[in-house]
């Protein structure tokens, strides 16, 4: 055992001996930071030994054999090392915070979806004339929503019986169509796309614009198309054709709109005896005339000339008075002529039919004479 020499008027310092609790003196319960400075020239180092370099124990840490004495706290990183960390910790929480802002946002997209395209929750429904939005822009979809929208008429008169074809504008029963479809009838039949079938009555007609207005007995809650906008077409828009022809309810062809504004004359409805869908001797006309020409047969002496669209969506007899909509499900166009070949040389109507030349009447106009209509007013 060694001893340290004691100065003058000083405590004596004794050397660290022995292990764990037996030590003496007791080592410390954690490293100093600083080491101990006893008398004037003499410092010691707990555990690694005094100033003359000699252990105070043995072990790699300093401590020597202090190994069951409680560990001293973590110490905070360096000032160096903690500005290094802060870009990765910055980084780190705008990524958690972007995660949980997307998910949040796309939940409530996915809420908004559903709802707007669906009454009952269920995405796949459609209402009124609104394309559902796992089928927009397609055929089917738009078929899907409009078809419950657009009816047969029947008309009978007497010099015989047409059929047409019109589309439902109001829930209780207000239905536009062609003016030579129902001209001179005296009684009209309209048959719902589920089949039911409602006794109809006039309220009002244009024949200078080959418009009508006619309206249910005794209808409600109906599903209604949406009015769209013609203004905004441009040739080669996709379109979809909806009517009767021949009688076929709901019968479903597609196009695209083939030219604008092209100048339609066509009998006013009841003078001829002519009209779309007319059954009577056997013949199914439909005369217009267009480029100076007539076709279908004679227009007769009392005609109307009105801008149309032109389309190459297949029209047949029956389909007057239908629609022609966008993609969006929205009506642009009521149905009003088409070319028949076969018919046009006075054959049977049984070798006619569309040869890809139709004719609508623009929506923008019937939403600019609906109040005409409507005021019961007939020209």
């Known amino acids: 055992m060694t001893e340290s020499q004691r100065p003058s008027g000083e405590y004596p310092m004794y050397p660290s001996y022995g292990n764990g609790d037996a030590a003496y003196p007791p080592p410390p319960s954690y490293r100093p930071a600083q080491p101990i400075a006893t008398g004037p020239g003499t410092t010691v180092w707990p555990g690694g030994g005094g100033a003359d370099g000699h252990s105070g124990g043995g072990g790699d840490d300093g401590y020597g054999d202090f190994h069951g004495l409680p560990q001293p706290a973590p110490q905070p990183p360096a000032r160096g090392r903690r500005r290094v960390g802060r870009p990765v910790a910055l980084l780190t929480a705008v990524a958690v915070a972007a995660a949980v802002v997307g998910g949040v946002t796309a939940t409530a997209i996915g809420q908004f979806t559903d709802s707007g395209s669906s009454g009952s929750g269920t995405s796949s429904a459609v209402s009124g004339t609104t394309v559902s939005q796992s089928s927009a822009g397609t055929v089917a979809g738009v078929a899907q929503a409009a078809s419950p929208t657009i009816v047969e008429i029947g008309a009978s008169s007497n010099v015989g019986e047409s059929t047409g074809s019109g589309v439902i504008i109001t829930s209780d029963g207000e239905i536009v169509t062609n003016n030579h479809v129902i001209a001179g009838a005296s009684t009209i039949k309209v048959t ?128 007057s008075g239908g629609a022609l909509i966008n993609m969006n499900g929205e009506i642009i166009g009521i149905n009003s002529a088409m070319y028949s070949a076969s018919s046009s040389d006075g054959s049977n109507s049984a070798g006619a039919g569309s040869v890809g030349l139709g004719f609508a009447i623009p929506v923008n106009t019937l939403k600019a004479d609906l109040d005409t209509l409507r005021s019961g007013n007939s020209s």
Do not use: C, H, M
Not at 206 to 225: H, M, N, Q, R
Not at 268 to 283: A, F
Not at 287 to 316: C, E, R, V, W
């Open 192 to 319: 719902l796309n589920s089949g039911k079938t409602y006794t109809a009555k006039v309220v009002g007609t244009d024949a200078g614009k080959d418009l009508a207005l006619i309206k249910l007995e005794g209808a409600s809650g109906l599903k209604t198309a949406t009015l769209g906008d013609s203004s905004s077409l441009k040739v080669g828009d996709q379109v979809v054709a909806i009517g009767s022809p021949e009688g076929l309810t709901g019968t479903v062809t597609s196009g695209i709109v083939s030219a604008l504004n092209r100048d339609v004359t066509v009998a006013k409805g009841g003078d001829s005896g002519q009209g779309q869908g007319q059954q009577g001797g056997g013949r199914s006309d439909w005369p217009f005339q267009f480029g100076g020409q007539q076709f279908n047969g004679d227009t007769g002496d009392s005609t109307t000339t009105y801008k149309a669209i032109q389309t190459d969506a297949s029209l047949n007899p029956g389909n």
